[in-house]
T-cell receptor, first 113, second 112 residues
Framework: KQEVTQIPAALSVPEGENLVLNCSFTDSAIYNLQWFRQDPGKGLTSLLLIQSSQREQTSGRLNASLDKSSGRSTLYIAASQPGDSATYLCAVMSGGSNYKLTFGKGTLLTVNP | SQTIHQWPATLVQPVGSPLSLECTVEGTSNPNLYWYRQAAGRGLQLLFYSVGIGQISSEVPQNLSASRPQDRQFILSSKKLLLSDSGFYLC???????????FGSGTQLSVL
């Protein structure tokens, strides 16, 4: 059974700092890995999707990497801003899962002005 | 463009009462549809998914059921709510040719 773990559970940083969020998964047989953002009381917004054959994806100040063999992914946020404050969720789509995602519990990020 | 609508946004229901949450998708056809629940301190848990009209797969044994009466409509129901049914319910869809999931705005359900 696939399990996804995110570390740290919460992170507080000053504005402008670069930061890294970590995600690990137990079964390396994945189709892809996705990073989502969730604002309080809201739905999830897809940030980045990395296919199993890829090493990284970039979108603006966000960069996600994937090391499938070791079961790890990182989300790098450059020059953080208060508007980046949210919960960041990692999810993996496992082989044979019929496109179902297994989510981590998320990292609550607070960027202080 | 594709959009997903989920309602209501919040709901407070007494134990033993029925439940009906509705989700509709616009701008796409034959989407895969999903119901997730997010309980306090826990990750998102997949409850049901559907690959077509009338086709429902349940992921976990529970007090809830799902139906898909139309291509772009997904309904989550219960005949009698339990306290443990409280949580944040999210509907999501995936279109043909993409592996990205798009989520609705969620329903916060409190069972008292």
């Amino acid at each position: 059974k696939q399990e996804v773990t995110q570390i740290p559970a919460a992170l507080s940083v000053p504005e402008g700092e670069n930061l890294v969020l970590n995600c690990s998964f137990t079964d390396s047989a994945i189709y892809n890995l996705q990073w989502f953002r969730q604002d309080p009381g809201k739905g999830l917004t897809s940030l980045l999707l990395i296919q199993s054959s890829q090493r990284e994806q970039t979108s603006g100040r966000l960069n996600a990497s994937l090391d499938k063999s070791s079961g790890r992914s990182t989300l790098y946020i450059a020059a953080s801003q208060p508007g980046d404050s949210a919960t960041y969720l990692c999810a993996v789509m496992s082989g044979g899962s019929n496109y179902k995602l297994t989510f981590g519990k998320g990292t609550l990020l607070t960027v202080n002005p | 463009s594709q959009t997903i609508h989920q309602w209501p946004a919040t709901l407070v229901q007494p134990v033993g009462s029925p439940l009906s949450l509705e989700c509709t998708v616009e701008g796409t056809s034959n989407p895969n549809l999903y119901w997730y629940r997010q309980a306090a301190g826990r990750g998102l848990q997949l409850l049901f998914y559907s690959v077509g009209i009338g086709q429902i797969s349940s992921e976990v044994p529970q007090n809830l059921s799902a139906s898909r009466p139309q291509d772009r409509q997904f309904i989550l129901s219960s005949k009698k709510l339990l306290l443990s049914d409280s949580g944040f319910y999210l509907c999501a869809w995936r279109g043909t040719g993409t592996e990205k999931l798009f989520f609705g705005s969620g329903t916060q359900l409190s069972v008292l």
